[in-house]
């Protein structure tokens, strides 16, 4: 009994672990923006168009990594964008994120006008040896190297944020830009290239959506994650650790609610639809409750321009 139970769980959590990966390249990208002090909430946007060009360049080319190439290229481009109109022009990061998010859904349906037929084939991973572990190798170790790549990442930028001296400025130009300025630190380049390395990770999590999640192109087929990531960084107080936890955590309520359609429960596919965004609401609202909390994790001067003189 014990072991049809583990059967049954195995694919259940390699479902939630590549459901949480995209939530997690993004929102590692965004918490790395937001410790400079920029918020962009253009996540979306940089999501779906990064989704159709690394599926568009895929389909041409055949290779999946010139897909993820071109993904996290198209996400810097928008990023860099993004820094140009914010950090050098000073508009309003807010107002100009949202802007983002909405050019980058409608340019991505135009661009996917031709390839709404076309899908790529799954491609199988397995790591040698840990593959063939009982319940552990199904539930573990069978994923796509973005995956992987996605854990290597996270470990990346806690050792970056918190253990060298280029992590220790970044946060410093979130939590005070005039004195950065002060001590001779560009304030300018260095958000620039947080938003740069943001926009890659947003184009990694977008092209994972149409080259291993679901391997085709869908109109909105980044379905609101890029908001959920942006959640995530709130959720996870902006730690890469917690970030983690929390993708892991949402990938699983997605997977749940396809679950519950599959066992045949008699519950709206909309109700069911809706579990992930229900509970980013309510995660929001139980940390929000402390607002102590929030003002000793975030940033000081997160979503506040600085202007040089």
């Not at 389909?59 to 993820?68: E, H, L, N, R």
């Not at 709404?116 to 040896?129: G, I, M, Q, T």
């Amino acid at each position: 009994m014990m072991e049809s139970f583990l059967s049954s769980m195995a694919p259940l959590i390699a479902a939630a672990i590549v459901a949480g990966t995209p939530l997690m390249l993004a929102a590692l990208g965004l918490l790395v923006n937001e410790k400079s002090g920029v918020v962009n909430l253009g996540a979306e946007g940089m999501m779906l168009v990064a989704a159709i060009v690394g599926f568009a360049t895929a389909v041409k080319t055949g290779s999946a990594t010139f897909g993820f190439l071109a993904g996290a290229g198209s996400g810097m481009l928008l990023a860099a964008f993004f820094a140009l109109l914010t950090v050098w022009l000073g508009t309003n990061q807010y107002a100009t994120g949202l802007a983002l998010a909405l050019f980058g859904s409608g340019a991505s349906a135009y661009i996917g006008i031709d390839y709404v037929s076309h899908s790529l084939e799954s491609a199988k991973f397995a790591l040698p040896f840990l593959a063939d572990i009982p319940f552990l190798g199904q539930a573990l170790f069978r994923h796509h190297p973005m995956v992987y790549l996605s854990l290597l990442l996270c470990a990346a930028i806690t050792w970056f944020l918190y253990r060298t001296r280029a992590g220790l400025v970044l946060r410093a130009v979130g939590e005070s830009p005039a004195s950065a300025h002060a001590l001779g630190y560009n304030v300018r380049r260095i958000r620039l290239a947080a938003l740069l390395f943001g926009g890659a990770c947003c184009g990694l999590a977008g092209a994972f959506m149409s080259l291993v999640y679901t391997p085709m192109w869908v109109e909105g087929m980044v379905g609101g994650r890029g908001w959920i990531a942006l959640a995530l960084t709130t959720f996870a107080t902006w730690r890469p650790a917690r970030v983690l936890i929390g993708a892991y955590l949402f990938g699983g309520i997605t997977i749940l609610a396809f679950y519950i359609q599959g066992l045949g429960v008699a519950i709206a596919s909309q109700w069911l639809s809706m579990l992930p965004y229900v509970a980013t609401i309510i995660v929001l609202v139980l940390i929000s409750s402390n607002a102590s909390w929030i003002r000793l994790n975030m940033p000081a001067s997160l979503g506040k321009n600085f202007n040089p003189g």
